[in-house]
């Protein structure tokens, strides 16, 4: 079980350089533009059939990412002692869980995986109409361990900075960390992720549309034009 | 949701979510840090026409855990003997620039006039024998909570029946739960002598009954109302002693509830004349889960009011 | 006084004519000089100037509501020529000093006849009768005696006031109100809407239990009973039985209860808080179709301008009452001529009626030479929405802000005086 397992999910880890953030257009991982859909995978749902929509990452790909930041995490922090993964609602809680089967495959250790919802800190609430509150769920004390916060895009890094005021709320960890599926860039606190999925460059105007098959019944990361006036996400 | 004044501004969808919402919020009374930063820089004002430590308290906390600043302000006694109305008074309070006003007033329709006069979101403690709205959640909250011990998908009270016994015509409990029970699906049935149940009941999407044994072993909730001490001089009964024996929750009735029944009281009780001790204190009364819902709901109520844009 | 000359006016309803008015009445036509002013009536229809059986003027005491200038003012635009000023101001009209106080400033201010109504009871508290014979005996003239807006509950007292204003054809003008079935409290009609607000409730037989004791006491003493605000079918029925019976009974109704139902308060707006109360529509039905047939003799408007810090209370701690002068003719046209009542009829419900049961010599006359020249000229095709704040009363508690109406008013002349014609 363990070595089939292992042997599925052999991959190459890649360094990134970080100068290679701004470059658009640019498949890091693949190194080729929009990846060719293949036979088996999942069709995609409505709204990805937009002409100008593109799809970044397909299953496979997510997968491959998923089990590479589940490796990079372990290897970090040399194991899974006193490792918390905490996911973002809604798709980081689903990330975070991923990550925690990969570990359970790969070390055979059961990390726990919280949730960490983080709506009410918030800067932006009164932008909009109220937003539906998550849920949040401690699965251990948190004192001295170590928080590993999951989800799925990073962008402002304004929901980070939530996510670690709400984390303050909860306990006190012995050091946070930062893991996330996509790196879009655009940053606009000084907030960076230990543990990337995938750097995409992305102009500020676009949306960053992340399909995970627990909650939207597909995996696939895909591009959209957005709407100038709202600001991707 | 721009106000709350009424039970019925509330859909089935919008209850769910608070309910769900005010789950959340209990949560967070277990935490070390109980405060949520949502409504950081919000200011909310009680104003409190009529005493109500409970309400008031309850709010307050809500609207403090939740980072809100919250201001008291007892504008007890009738401001027409005052001789400023009650205009000039929610004028005046709205004019130093809160965000919302939680209004309790001995007056029915008070909040929903002031909320005509203001911009501030109005939200209704309670007005005279009209509604009580913040009341029927956590009414409802405790009983979702309840039914979920045995049924934990539970979405809403279809095929559930809730008797609420005493004195409907002056209780804004009993409306706001008429509506909200029955928004979520529930079979309500009155029950209370005929001088208690209001004119016009007919309309209500309720049965109303005047023979509590007949109702009792077929209900899954029963709530039992307050009888106000002025009722009882009103000669709308003729005794107390009567009114037990018709009306209260004894307990011989305790034993003939449906099993897995239980009791709600909106409080404060009085004991020995509409509920007994056996019942007021029974392994199946939710009455203390009522109050400790309390702060959690109007936590929920306070966020969908207030947690977004204007 | 030079002549006014009224060009074509179809008198009543029953014919075009011109009317000729000298020294305040009329006089021929035919003797028009040449000087005179005249006044183009053409498609108008001439009335005899309206009397209102019920005024709340607030003059003494609330000036800052309604003053007898600005009331008749309002009452002038309304069509009317004289308004009887009830009791409750400050003092209570339960004197001859009072009541020829009152009568005095409207001689001074009017813009319509204002006649007192006295008090029954002293301070309207329902004890002692008030002075009721000097009142009748000043020159105030006082024939109509009320309580209005308190109800004089105690048998003995309505009795003993019944049978002593019979010495000089005094008339007692009861506010119906059962006290223990509907106290100080209620503020809406009984019924589905007042139980879904949480509202204390007004229940009609509040109102028709006290009619019907009255009517056994005017049967009794032989005396004139009149009923003010008649606002529920159960009255309607209790006076039909007492007429057909030969009781001297009369009754009124408020425009706004011919109009207006217990929906009304839905929004908790106290315009709309009168007492009594709004009633549902089956009540409004059963009073047009009452004051169609005559069971109910009069329209009376009950106008009660309160200031706007007594109305804007929550809705239980409100002051009652609304305005009614200035649009009263324009309801009445609305609901009752629109389906069929006649000129006639309606000279009778809002002049000849009024006047009769108030005594009042000059007024309710017909138009017709060396008659006093109280007439008002009368579009019925004219319609207008109302505004609440170009009214002439101090006060804005009107119920009709913001409704299309008629506007028919289009001159009033009392006493050869032209009291109000409206801008063309």
């Known amino acids: 079980m363990l070595r089939s397992s292992f042997t599925a999910l052999r991959y190459r880890p890649e360094v990134v350089p970080r100068r290679l953030l701004r470059r658009p257009e640019e498949d890091l991982l693949s190194g080729t533009g929009a990846p060719q859909a293949r036979p088996g995978d999942p069709t995609p749902d409505v709204g990805t059939g937009s ?27 040399r194991g899974a002692k006193d490792l918390v993964l905490m996911g973002i609602p809604t798709r980081g809680v689903a990330l975070a869980h991923r990550l925690a089967t990969v570990m359970d495959e790969v070390e055979s250790v059961k990390v726990p995986v919280g949730a960490l919802d983080v709506t009410m800190y918030r800067d932006d609430l009164r932008r909009q109409p109220t937003r539906p509150v998550g849920h949040t769920h401690l699965p251990v004390e948190i004192d001295g361990s170590t928080v590993v916060l999951v989800d799925d895009v990073l962008y402002s890094g304004r929901t980070v900075r939530a996510a670690l005021d709400a ?36 102009r500020t105007g676009e949306h960053v549309s992340v399909r995970l098959a627990e909650i939207d019944g597909v995996n696939q990361v895909s591009i959209e034009p957005g709407d100038p006036f709202r600001g991707g996400t | 949701m721009r106000h709350l004044l009424s039970a019925a501004d509330l859909d089935r969808t919008q209850i769910t979510e608070i309910f769900d ?30 005493d109500s430590t409970r309400t008031r308290s309850s709010f307050e906390i809500a609207g403090k855990w939740l980072s809100a600043d919250v201001i008291n302000i007892s504008a007890k006694g009738s401001s027409v003997s005052k001789g400023e109305s009650l205009r000039d008074t929610v004028l005046t309070v709205a004019a130093m620039g809160v965000d919302a006003l939680v209004i309790r007033h001995h007056a029915s329709g008070a909040p929903w006039q002031a909320s005509h006069w203001i911009d501030a979101h109005v939200l209704n ?30 979405v809403d009270f279809e095929g559930k029946t809730v008797a609420i016994v005493g004195d409907i015509t002056h209780s804004r409990v009993a409306r706001s739960n008429v509506l909200l029970l029955s928004t979520l699906g529930a079979q309500v049935t009155l029950v209370a002598p005929p001088t208690l149940l209001p004119p016009g009941v007919d309309s209500w999407p309720v049965l109303a009954c ?25 000669g709308y009964f003729p005794t107390p002693r009567e009114y037990t024996i018709g009306y209260g929750l004894t307990r011989p009735r305790l034993e003939a509830m449906k099993s897995g029944a239980a009791i709600c009281h909106p409080g404060p009780m009085n004991r020995g004349l509409e509920i007994s001790a056996d019942a007021a204190d029974a392994a199946n009364s939710l009455i203390l889960d009522q109050v400790a819902a309390g702060v959690s709901v109007r936590m929920s109520v306070l966020y969908e009011l207030l947690g977004g844009a204007e | 006084m030079t002549d006014l000359l009224i060009r074509g006016a179809d008198i009543v309803g029953r014919g075009r004519s011109d009317l000729l008015i000298r020294d305040g ?14 006044l183009d009536a053409d498609g108008l229809v001439a009335l005899p100037g309206l009397v209102d059986l019920h005024t709340h003027l607030r003059e003494p005491g609330r000036e800052d509501a309604e003053t007898i200038e600005s009331g008749t003012l309002a009452a002038a635009r309304g069509g009317f020529t004289a308004v009887l000023a009830m009791a409750n101001t400050t003092p209570v009209t339960d004197t001859a000093e009072a009541a020829e106080h009152v009568a005095a400033l409207g001689a001074r201010d009017g813009h319509a006849q204002v006649v007192p109504v006295g008090a029954v009871s002293k301070g309207l508290h329902g004890v002692e009768l008030a002075e009721l014979g000097l009142m009748a005996r000043s020159r105030a003239r006082v024939r109509v005696f009320s309580d209005d807006g308190h109800c004089v509950s105690d048998a003995r007292l309505m009795r003993r006031a019944l049978e002593y204003v019979r010495a000089f054809d005094g008339v007692i ?26 509202l204390p409730g007004w229940p009609t037989a509040a109102e028709a239990s006290v009619v019907a004791r009255d009517i056994q006491i005017a049967e009794l003493t032989r005396s004139r009973l009149h009923v003010c605000h008649v606002s529920c079918a159960e009255t309607v029925d209790v006076i039909r039985w007492a007429k057909q019976r030969d009781i001297n009974v009369t009754a009124e109704v408020a425009p706004h209860h011919l109009m207006l139902t217990t929906n009304e308060v839905l929004n908790y707006d106290p315009t709309y808080k009168v007492n009594p109360p709004l009633r549902p529509n089956e009540h409004v039905d059963a009073l047009r179709e009452a004051l169609a047939d005559g069971t109910i003799d009069a329209v009376a408007t009950d106008h009660a301008p309160h200031a706007r810090h007594d109305k804007e209370h929550a809705f239980a701690e409100a002051a009652f009452g609304m305005l009614g002068l200035e649009n009263a003719l324009a309801v009445v046209i609305e609901t009752m001529i629109n389906s069929g009542l006649s000129w006639p ?46 009214s002439a009363s101090l006060s804005r508690n009107n119920p009709w802000h913001g409704r299309e109406l008629p506007d028919p008013v289009v001159a009033t002349i009392w006493a050869g005086r032209v009291t109000y014609q409206k801008a063309r």
Not at chain 2, 146 to 153: G, I
Not at chain 3, 177 to 195: M, P
């Open chain 1, 51 to 77: 002409s100008d929509s593109r799809v970044v990452l397909d299953a496979d790909q997510i997968a491959r990412a998923c089990a590479r930041m589940a490796h990079q995490i372990l290897e970090a922090n």
């Open chain 1, 167 to 202: 984390l303050g709320d909860l306990g006190r960890p012995r050091a946070v960390q930062l893991a996330v599926l996509i790196d879009r860039g655009h940053r606009e606190l000084p907030i960076h992720a230990d543990h990337v999925g995938k750097y995409i460059p992305t």
């Open chain 2, 21 to 50: 919402l005010a789950e959340e919020m209990s949560l967070v009374q277990g935490r070390p840090v109980k405060k949520l930063p949502a409504l950081r820089g919000r200011t909310v004002v009680n104003l409190f026409f009529e």
């Open chain 2, 125 to 154: 403690a309670g007005d005279g024998t009209h509604e009580h709205p913040t009341q029927a959640l956590l009414d409802g909250f405790t009983i979702r909570r309840h039914l979920r011990r045995s049924a934990p998908d539970l």
């Open chain 2, 210 to 234: 005047t023979d509590l044994d007949e109702v009792l072993p077929h209900a899954d909730i029963v709530m039992m109302l307050r009888v106000q001490r002025e009722r009882m001089s009103g």
């Open chain 3, 25 to 38: 009445r009329f006089v021929d036509p035919a003797d028009a000089g040449a000087d005179g002013e005249e």
């Open chain 3, 173 to 198: 003008a009861q506010h119906a109100q059962d006290q223990q079935l509907a106290g100080a409290a209620a503020c809406c009609h009984e019924g589905e809407i007042s139980g879904k607000l949480g």
């Open chain 3, 345 to 390: 009829e309606l000279a009778k419900r809002m002049s000849i009626m009024p006047a009769h049961i108030a005594r009042l010599a000059d007024q309710g006359r017909s138009l017709t030479e060396s008659q006093p020249a109280n007439v008002v000229l009368v579009d019925p095709a004219a319609r207008a929405v109302v505004n609440r704040d170009q």
